[in-house]
T-cell receptor, first 111, second 116 residues
Framework: GNSVTQMEGPVTLSEEAFLTINCTYT??????LFWYVQYPGEGLQLLLK???ADDKGSNKGFEATYRKETTSFHLEKGSVQVSDSAVYFC??????????WGAGTKLIIKP | DTEVTQTPKHLVMGMTNKKSLKCEQH?????MYWYKQKAKKPPELMFV???????INESVPSRFSPECPNSSLLNLHLHALQPEDSALYLC???????????????FGEGSRLTVL
């Protein structure tokens, strides 16, 4: 079945640093891929998604490209802010169209 | 209105109590979900309602009882819980069932449950 592997955290960076959070997947076919974010004390919210190979999802300065050659969907941001501190989850659907979640990566940005 | 509202935000209950968690959305979504999230872990799917009918029950113990009174409301009735059931309970909705196929899940802020 489908699965997703996400780099473990926490990831600690200084403000304005470059961010990469790795996500790789195994899947039958080419499912949509998602990044969700959970800010402290809140529920999850969709950050970005890509629905087909070579698609680039982007939102709030974050980007991720659907790469079928490397089965990856890494999350990147050129200059992080303290307000980006959160937990980030990579996800893709299973055969029942329910989301399979990565383990989550906690991001800590220091001023 | 793109909100999913959950009440209460915090709940403390004893193992013999009966309580309910409530969830409401007014986005016209036809699928609603209950997830359980332990600290520092991804959410675990518990139940899915599609068009107000229970379509998925992920082998959840019967001390958790979901209810979908109408297309906007979702309840989770709790009875005889155990301390290990303490967690954040998240409600979510999506426009259509099969959200993983390309749709978006909208989450509430969750109800933090502590079982003493």
């Amino acid at each position: 079945g489908n699965s997703v592997t996400q780099m473990e955290g926490p990831v600690t960076l200084s403000e304005e640093a470059f961010l990469t959070i790795n996500c790789t997947y195994t899947a039958t076919g080419y499912p949509s891929l998602f990044w969700y974010v959970q800010y402290p004390g809140e529920g999850l919210q969709l950050l970005l998604k890509a629905t087909k190979a070579d698609d680039k999802g982007s939102n709030k300065g974050f980007e991720a490209t659907y790469r079928k050659e490397t089965t990856s969907f890494h999350l990147e941001k050129g200059s992080v802010q303290v307000s980006d501190s959160a937990v980030y989850f990579c996800a893709l659907p299973d055969s029942n169209y329910q989301l399979i979640w990565g383990a989550g990566t906690k991001l800590i940005i220091k001023p | 209105d793109t909100e999913v509202t959950q009440t209460p935000k915090h709940l403390v209950m004893g193992m013999t109590n009966k309580k309910s968690l409530k969830c409401e959305q007014h986005m016209g979504h036809r699928a609603m979900y209950w997830y359980k999230q332990k600290a520092k872990k991804p959410p675990e799917l518990m139940f899915v309602y599609s068009y107000e009918k229970l379509s998925i029950n992920e082998s959840v113990p019967s001390r958790f009882s979901p209810e979908c009174p109408n297309s906007s409301l979702l309840n989770l009735h709790l009875h005889a819980l155990q301390p290990e059931d303490s967690a954040l309970y998240l409600c979510a909705s999506s426009q259509l069932p099969g959200q993983g196929a390309g749709g978006e899940l909208f989450f509430g802020e969750g109800s933090r449950l502590t079982v003493l």
